[in-house]
T-cell receptor, first 117, second 114 residues
Framework: NAGVMQNPRHLVRRRGQEARLRCSPM?????VYWYRQLPEEGLKFMVY????????ESGMPKERFSAEFPKEGPSILRIQQVVRGDSAAYFC???????????????FGEGSRLTVL | AQSVTQLGSHVSVSEGALVLLRCNYS??????LFWYVQYPNQGLQLLLK??????LVKGINGFEAEFKKSETSFHLTKPSAHMSDAAEYFC????????????FGQGTRLTINP
């Protein structure tokens, strides 16, 4: 039973390039969350998605960042025109459909580490 | 809205000693509380969680935490530290049923001295 799969694990981009990070949730999970972890800091919420629907994007920067979770395929976090401040670890997490109960637990992937030169 | 404060960004204990990592939360609704552990270059792994019921919760690797509503705390403890416990520990809170967004503390790096 595979866990949350993220790729690439490491990504190097030059300033101005685009970064695409992919996340496949655990089997049976329909909720995906993206978090960013800057060096020496905790995790900051970015966006919460269900299939074909963004539920909460209150943590997403207003420009250059976008996320999607299509009907088929993985969730993608896209960063356009990257800058050095985008260098961070980006974690994806998933959770199952709630079905009237909620425990709040999230299952995390191993992260994608973006380095902007 | 929820928030989490972890007291002490770095904690160092000797092998075999008590581990105590402090977490205080703020929540306008009854909270769900979590402790996650992160080993270097890895993702987060759930240690334990409090949702409802018994306020003393036991987790993996001998860790436990006690929910104290009057103190708005959820401190993590382990009676005897092991070298393998060296990692980053994050406390998190969620308070909205149906929306599982977690708010994390800034983390506490635990170092174990031989």
């Amino acid at each position: 039973n595979a866990g949350v799969m993220q790729n690439p694990r490491h990504l190097v981009r030059r300033r101005g390039q685009e970064a695409r990070l992919r996340c496949s949730p655990m089997k049976g999970h329909s909720h995906v969350y993206w978090y960013r972890q800057l060096p020496e800091e905790g995790l900051k919420f970015m966006v919460y998605l269900q299939k074909e629907n963004i539920i909460d994007e209150s943590g997403m920067p207003k420009e250059r960042f976008s996320a999607e979770f299509p009907k088929e395929g993985p969730s993608i976090l896209r960063i356009q025109q990257v800058v050095r401040g985008d260098s961070a670890a980006y974690f994806c997490a998933s959770s199952p459909l709630l079905q009237g109960s909620a425990t709040g637990e999230l299952f995390f992937g191993e992260g994608s580490r973006l380095t902007v030169l | 809205a929820q928030s989490v404060t972890q007291l002490g960004s770095h904690v160092s204990v000797s092998e075999g000693a008590l581990v105590l990592l402090r977490c205080n939360y703020s929540s306008s609704v009854p909270p769900y509380l979590f402790w996650y552990v992160q080993y270097p270059n890895q993702g987060l792994q759930l240690l334990l969680k409090y949702t409802t019921g018994a306020t003393l919760v036991k987790g993996i690797n001998g860790f436990e935490a006690e929910f104290k509503k009057s103190e708005t705390s959820f401190h993590l403890t382990k009676p005897s530290a092991h070298m393998s416990d060296a990692a980053e520990y994050f406390c998190a809170v969620s308070g909205e049923i149906g929306a599982q967004k977690l708010v994390f503390g800034q983390g506490t790096r635990l170092t174990i001295n031989p």
